[in-house]
């Protein structure tokens, strides 16, 4: 099947849907989503994050869609033409989403853990507006406990459904979900039964909020001082490979590695996560590949090593000169 996103055409097989053609394509035309999650089965059609505009439906029925389409949950026409960042209306449009998704949010970047790694934050900078005609009081909750590693922040939590979703598909009797409806919607745990499944830590790295943090991680450092090493460990509950988040020979924290759509390649058991944070406990494979647009990868080891790379070579060059200029 042939489908145009922003001008470039490509070739999917039948059932793909218009997200996943634009990833195909790459990045630049990929619509961001806070939903979506191509490891979780049903996921997305709950943000609008991810909206495009079909201007021409398929070659049998040239006729455009009236309205913009959750691209996560439409699948491609033979001959379908899209328009994501080309479109002025749909640039327009979602940063109508991102108000709408900030109207509960509170802005407390500064003391939130999830500040440098946080969708909303860069969906914030990238297809936001710098105001909000909101006048109503948000909604507030008190922070609380989910099981004795995860914190759940009610009032950032923007109701994505991921951590629900890996829970029902990941866990075994999954004890969390969403009660209410509407603005009353909330994450909440049956009654006073907490997230204690092997598996149940993923549901932090899932989050692109900071709705769920993970307590032994909390406010210890801000993500971009830490550097982060893909590791493995010998694992029975998992393949053991994680990424391992270090200040000095300190590990901070423990996460499954993520890849180029931050989404998690292999999700990890909680002993991995919380159970071995000593350097000793882990082969470091190497610097994490930061793909994600964000202060964490601003002045990136990566990138420094490779600046001590070429500074050691041109030393050891001008080191050379000096000792050829000695008497
Ligand atoms: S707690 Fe996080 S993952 Fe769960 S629904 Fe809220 S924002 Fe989504
Ligand atoms: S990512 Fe498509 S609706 Fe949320």
């Not at 409806?181 to 009353?184: C, E, F, L, V």
């Given at each position: 099947m042939k489908v145009t996103i922003d001008g470039i055409e490509i070739d999917v097989p039948k059932g793909t849907t218009i997200l996943q053609a634009a990833r195909m394509i790459g990045p630049e035309v990929a619509p961001p989503t806070m939903c979506y999650y191509s490891k979780l089965k049903t996921s997305g059609g709950y943000c609008r994050t991810c909206i495009v505009k079909v201007t021409q439906g398929s070659t049998a029925n040239p006729n455009p869609m009236p309205k913009p389409v959750a691209s996560c949950r439409t699948e491609v026409m033979d001959g379908m033409v899209v328009q994501n960042i080309t479109s002025p209306e749909i640039i327009e449009a979602r940063k109508g989403i991102v108000e709408f998704l900030l109207i509960n949010h509170p802005l407390d970047c500064p003391v939130c853990?999830?500040?440098?790694?946080?969708k909303l934050q860069d969906l914030g900078y990238e297809?936001?507006?710098?105001?909000?005609?909101y006048e109503f009081k948000r909604r507030e909750y008190e922070p609380i406990d989910i099981g004795d590693k995860i914190k759940l922040h009610?009032?950032?939590?923007?109701?994505?459904y991921r951590c629900v979703k890996t829970a029902e598909q990941i866990?075994?009797?999954?004890v969390h979900g969403m009660i209410h409806?509407?603005?009353?919607a909330e994450i909440s745990t049956y009654i006073e039964q907490s997230l204690s499944n092997d598996f149940s830590g993923n549901v932090i790295d899932v989050c692109p909020v900071g709705a769920l943090t993970d307590k032994t991680f909390r406010f210890k450092q801000r993500v971009w001082f830490t550097k982060p090493v893909d590791a493995h460990r010998d694992c029975k509950k998992c393949s053991g490979k994680a990424r391992v988040w270090l200040k000095g020979e300190e590990v901070l924290r423990v996460t499954a590695r993520k890849d180029q759509w931050d989404e998690v390649e292999e999700f990890i058991c909680n002993s991995c996560r919380?159970?071995?944070?000593?350097?000793?406990?882990w082969v470091i494979e190497g610097p994490s590949p930061i793909h994600r647009n964000s202060v964490i990868s601003q002045n990136h080891y990566q990138h420094l090593n490779e600046l001590k790379v070429e500074a050691m070579k041109h030393q050891k060059a001008l080191g050379f000169m000096s000792i050829n200029k000695k008497p």
């Open positions: 853990d999830q500040a440098g790694e946080c297809h936001g507006s710098a105001n909000t005609r009610m009032n950032r939590c923007i109701l994505c866990t075994d009797g999954r409806r509407g603005d009353a919380y159970d071995h944070k000593k350097k000793s406990d």
